[in-house]
């Protein structure tokens, strides 16, 4: 499914851009077994696409973030795929692990910036949309151990 930006750019996205996920601000996380929850840090959204050895960091307007996040590109980079897109969030974290948004924006913040990666959306020209979260992200879970140990 194609998303739009409820807050119109005056970027133009890749042709096929595919939005990242923009969580709501709710009072309480809905309850149940049905729903999985993440911790929204002060960040940038972006979708991470990776093809071959070339990697391009999407916010979800559309700005490349790529020159913007070195160390989120490398670490994309070094993935054991030829290809894949990533939903995510560029994050500087402080010293006590919590976010850290004015340092994002400076250019040592972002230097620094992980990726802290919620779901894989397509690996290795397969989109992987239609299959259920937890798989995905179990795919995205092997892909970081596997870079770990290398």
Same mark, same amino acid.
Request: glycine share 6%; hydrophobic share 35%.
């Given at each position: 499914? &194609?998303?739009?930006?409820?807050?119109?750019? =005056?970027?133009?996205?890749?042709?096929?851009?595919?939005?990242?996920?923009?969580?709501?601000?709710?009072?309480?996380?809905?309850?149940?077994?049905? &729903? !999985? $929850?993440?911790? +929204? $840090?002060?960040?940038?959204?972006?979708?991470?696409? +990776?093809? @071959?050895?070339?990697?391009?960091? &999407?916010?979800?307007? @559309?700005?490349?973030?790529?020159?913007? /996040?070195? +160390?989120?590109?490398?670490?994309?980079?070094? /993935?054991?795929?030829?290809?894949? #897109?990533?939903?995510?969030?560029?994050?500087?974290?402080?010293?006590? @692990? $919590?976010?850290?948004?004015?340092?994002?924006?400076? +250019?040592? @913040?972002?230097?620094?910036?992980?990726?802290?990666?919620?779901? !894989?959306?397509? /690996?290795?020209?397969?989109? #992987?949309?239609? =299959?259920?979260?937890?798989?995905?992200?179990?795919?995205?879970?092997?892909?970081?151990?596997? $870079?770990?140990?290398?």
């Amino acid at each position: 499914m &194609w998303r739009t930006s409820l807050r119109p750019s =005056r970027r133009t996205p890749p042709a096929g851009f595919i939005l990242p996920c923009q969580p709501l601000l709710v009072d309480r996380p809905p309850a149940g077994s049905d &729903w !999985l $929850h993440e911790i +929204k $840090h002060d960040c940038y959204r972006i979708i991470a696409c +990776k093809e @071959g050895s070339r990697v391009t960091l &999407w916010s979800r307007h @559309g700005t490349n973030f790529t020159d913007r /996040l070195p +160390k989120v590109a490398e670490a994309v980079c070094s /993935l054991a795929a030829d290809s894949a #897109l990533i939903d995510g969030e560029a994050v500087t974290f402080r010293s006590d @692990g $919590h976010s850290d948004f004015a340092a994002l924006r400076t +250019k040592a @913040g972002s230097a620094r910036a992980c990726l802290v990666a919620f779901d !894989l959306l397509n /690996l290795n020209g397969e989109d #992987l949309r239609q =299959r259920p979260l937890e798989e995905r992200r179990d795919e995205l879970r092997q892909r970081r151990r596997q $870079h770990r140990v290398q």
